[in-house]
């Protein structure tokens, strides 16, 4: 059975940092495409960051680029999203998916199989 475990969320101050955590369970995170979503209270789930099957390349949205770096640890089947210059705007549910077939993550939700349940990310100004 396949869990994506979300871990790391928590309140911080605008400017600060934290790095979320996707322990996987019952896949191998080397073996899939990985990407970080959020999902604002009142607005649609949007991507954040991916890194794709083979661990070498890295996608980010707008948004985060330059502040978010994502990264993946095979031997602990773990993939992080450390935030750096956290913004009020960056507030959000934060989630994990995984996608076995592709090699090249996408950007839409659809596009994965398997979630995390999230876990909150509040920035306060």
């Known amino acids: 059975q396949v869990q994506l475990v979300e871990s790391g969320g928590g309140l911080v101050q605008a400017g600060g940092s934290l790095r979320l955590s996707c322990l996987a369970s019952?896949?191998?995170?080397?073996?899939?495409?990985v990407a970080w979503f959020r999902q604002a209270p009142g607005k649609e789930r949007e991507f954040a960051a991916a890194i794709s099957r083979s661990g070498g390349s890295t996608y980010y949205a707008d948004s985060v680029k330059g502040r978010f770096t994502i990264s993946r640890s095979n031997a602990k089947n773990t993939v992080y999203l450390q935030m750096n210059s956290l913004k009020p705007e960056d507030t959000a549910v934060y989630y994990c998916?995984?996608?076995?077939?592709?090699?090249?993550?996408?950007?839409?939700?659809?596009?994965?199989?398997?979630w995390g349940q999230g876990t909150q990310v509040t920035v306060s100004s």
């Open positions: 019952g896949l191998t995170v080397s073996m899939y495409a």
């Open positions: 998916a995984a996608n076995f077939m592709t090699v090249v993550p996408g950007r839409r939700p659809a596009e994965y199989d398997d």
